[in-house]
């Protein structure tokens, strides 16, 4: 046997440990809970803003093969959604058809917009545990990590929200993935599916950047020599533009709306260049960080931070006494771990900007919580490990676990949860009822402006419809003609209805119930003087 073939012999001897088989039950398990605790929440929840925007695509894509948003006419240069209604490139549109797949499987509806996200996520969770396992070799770190970002605000709100965040962050674990293995096989497949994967990435979402680079950096680092590792670099980046590509098929077909929308939207919202945001970060943070603390939680914020935080200090001090006794390598995946965690923070923060970031962290907090996870299993392990009698032991770890899942709590949904099963049948907690209850109470007669939780709904009903919208960067439907207007909890809030005159005819739900619809119809003023 030549010495290639030895080493080639021993690498493939590193790949034979699997999961147990107690591990894809957990797993199972996991996502169970998961589709449990979300899917009452998709299939009543009134669509919130942005999903008017992106659960459309899908269904005009199934129309005629082009993403858009019909009801979003907007003719404002300076518009992110600028002519939309004849095609959308305000973001890149991979989710917009895998969205339209789930509408040819089950219906075109928000419900099944967000389902489409969900099952991204619970694709993300398995992904996410084989990357804690490959770097810290500790199945148990690997689960608390993936368990509790399963639990977190982080995955929650873009779980149940028809938005491409998750699926972007998912390709994003898939392609780190990747690139482990390449780091461990040296086979160039895994370089492959990881640069088509980053492309389908930016095909996704903007943010598909930060593991971008991540992954560059990372592939420059893999054993090899100089011209080795340049040509992967080189490789990773033409896969990723190869996998992008096919929007350059759409892009084509109207350059000039491409400019407008996506050059609005992304690039013109984020500040300075991103090299300068990268040399001085200081701003962007200043704007991130509060949107930051809202989305995930003070309490979760802590526990993400403070697992990264005690991870280097870790590492810090465990790495002089390793040089010692020659075991230093065991480090590393801790050492690749928290570079990840640190990097995927510093980089989505300075990429973002000045542009108003949320579901995005879904992809930072992923790798933020398998630090978290690592310190847990540390501590777990010292626990049982101390000179401590077995009942006191037990209950350590009961009390440490146990106050690491009530921490999580808060975020969880459980609340929302509850309240919609406890209400399933009743017509203002569910938005598909109430609606089709709004549409029966609303003629089809001209234009009519329909509240963002509404609208989708009312042009799938053969209405011709208008957002109630009064935003010059997205949409104003002042100075528009119509004969009615679906006023709801967004447009009432935003007083749409008093911008266009439009006089009150019918109250429906209970506006003090943040859980239930709420809605009123109006009338033109026109035409409501000459009713009796």
């Not at 490139?89 to 789930?102: H, I, S």
Request: aromatic share 12%; glycine share 8%.
């Amino acid at each position: 046997m030549s010495d290639a073939e030895a080493v080639q012999t021993s690498v493939l001897k590193t790949m034979e440990p699997r999961w147990p088989r107690s591990v894809y039950l957990k797993l199972l398990g996991l996502m169970l809970v998961e589709l449990l605790l979300r899917v009452p929440v998709i299939t009543h929840q009134l669509p919130a803003q942005d999903e008017d925007f992106f659960a459309v695509p899908g269904y005009t894509i199934l129309q005629d093969g082009v993403p858009r948003v019909p009801y979003l006419p907007s003719r404002d240069p300076t518009s992110a959604f600028y002519r939309s209604d004849e095609v959308l490139f305000t973001l890149p549109p991979a989710y917009f058809y895998w969205q339209a797949l789930w509408y040819v499987i089950l219906e075109p509806t928000t419900s099944v917009a967000r389902l489409a996200s969900l099952i991204t996520g619970l694709m993300l969770l398995p992904l996410l545990y084989e990357l804690g396992w490959r770097l810290t070799g500790r199945h148990q770190a690997a689960w608390w990590g993936v368990m509790l970002y399963a639990l977190s605000r982080a995955f929650m709100f873009p779980s149940i929200n028809g938005r491409p965040d998750l699926m972007c962050a998912m390709l994003g674990i898939a392609a780190l993935v990747c690139i482990e293995r390449l780091e461990r096989t040296l086979r160039n497949r895994w370089l492959v599916v990881a640069g088509l994967l980053i492309g389908v990435g930016f095909m996704t979402h903007p943010f598909a950047l930060v593991y971008a680079l991540q992954c560059g950096v990372w592939v420059l680092l893999i054993h090899g020599r100089w011209w080795q590792r340049l040509g992967r670099g080189a490789a990773l980046v033409g896969l990723s533009i190869v996998g992008a590509s096919p929007w350059g098929l759409l892009i084509a077909k109207a350059p000039d709306l491409f400019h407008k929308q996506f050059f609005n939207n992304v690039l013109n919202r984020t500040g300075p260049g991103l090299p300068s945001r990268m040399i001085s970060p200081g701003y962007s943070f200043e704007i991130q960080t509060p949107l930051f603390i809202d989305h995930v939680g003070p309490l979760q914020v802590a526990l993400v931070l403070g697992g990264i935080v005690l991870l280097i200090a870790t590492i810090g001090m465990r790495w002089r006494r390793l040089s010692v006794d020659g075991k230093r390598r065991e480090l590393l995946g801790w050492i690749k771990l928290a570079v990840l965690a640190v990097s995927s923070i510093y980089l989505l923060v300075v990429c973002q900007g000045a542009h108003p970031s949320k579901g995005y962290w879904c992809y930072p907090m992923a790798i933020g919580f398998l630090c978290t996870g690592v310190c847990i299993d540390g501590l777990l392990q010292v626990i049982q490990t101390a000179r401590l009698p077995r009942v006191v032991q037990y209950g350590l770890v009961a009390a440490v676990s146990l106050t690491v899942l009530v921490a999580m709590v808060p975020g969880s949904g459980v609340r929302t949860t509850w309240v919609y099963l406890s209400h399933w049948h009743e017509l203002n907690y569910h938005a598909p009822t109430f609606t089709r209850m709004l549409m029966e109470e609303t003629p089809k007669e001209g234009v009519v402006i329909v509240d963002p939780g509404y609208v989708f709904d009312f042009y799938r009903a053969g209405y011709d419809a208008r957002l109630a919208l009064i935003f010059d960067f997205f949409y104003n439907v002042e100075g528009v003609p119509y004969e009615y207007v679906v006023g709801g909890p967004y447009s009432i809030r935003d007083r749409v209805p008093d911008a266009v005159k439009a006089v009150q005819l019918r109250e429906f739900g209970d506006r003090s119930n943040p859980f239930t619809c709420y809605a009123r119809l109006y009338r033109s003023p026109d035409a409501a003087s000459q009713l009796p």
